[in-house]
């Protein structure tokens, strides 16, 4: 059974960090690279980070760069987003995405996890 679960949302302040997680299941994770999405309220769906299957590569969002950090840890099957320097337009619900690099169709979603960043 293929999972992708989140962990480490919650409230911040303007200007503080957070490190999501997400634990990665039933598939064979070194086989896939992975990306962070985020969809706001009455918005679409944006990638934010993706990083390479063995986490040699890395890409981000305009918005984000210099500000959020995309790693994973294949031993322990987990892509992590550190978030730092975080703003009021930063506060979305945060989606975990795993893309086969074989067979692109092939991909799994997580449930997500909400970041509220306010004052």
């Known amino acids: 059974q293929v999972q992708l679960v989140e962990s480490g949302g919650g409230l911040v302040q303007p200007g503080g960090s957070l490190r999501l997680s997400c634990a990665a299941s039933g598939f064979t994770f070194s086989s896939y690279a992975m990306n962070w999405y985020r969809q706001a309220p009455g918005k679409e769906r944006e990638l934010v980070a993706s990083?390479?299957?063995?986490?040699?590569?890395?890409n981000y969002a305009d918005s984000v760069k210099g500000r959020f950090t995309i790693s994973r840890d294949n031993a322990k099957n987990t892509v992590y987003l550190q978030m730092n320097s975080l703003k009021p337009e930063d506060a979305a619900v945060y989606y975990c995405?795993?893309?086969?690099?074989?067979?692109?169709?092939?991909?799994?979603w997580g449930q997500g996890t909400q970041v509220t960043v306010s004052s």
């Open positions: 995405n795993a893309v086969s690099v074989v067979r692109a169709t092939m991909n799994y």
């Open positions: 990083i390479t299957s063995l986490g040699g590569r890395t």
